[in-house]
């Protein structure tokens, strides 16, 4: 999502960047020793499909309320 030509979001990556893997390690135990599938993980993939398909501004809008949710 950070690096897609499709968004041109604006935040701290490096601070999201560890959050996502703190989360991901409370998550997923397997996270630290192997790939992740995204195949097993069909809300992600259809949500990351929808975002790409948003104009720029809904796409800040959601990924706003997305990382505001994952802090509360």
Do not use: G, W
């Not at 990556?13 to 599938?37: A, S």
Request: charged share 25%.
């Amino acid at each position: 999502m950070n690096n897609s030509n499709y968004t041109n979001l604006k935040y701290d990556k490096p601070e999201m960047y560890v959050k996502f893997e703190i989360m991901l390690k409370e998550i997923d135990e397997k996270y630290r020793t192997t790939l992740i599938n995204f195949v097993k993980y069909h809300l992600i993939m259809f949500a990351m499909a929808k975002i790409m398909e948003m104009t720029k501004e809904k796409q800040n809008q959601i990924t706003l309320y997305l990382f505001n949710a994952i802090l509360c």
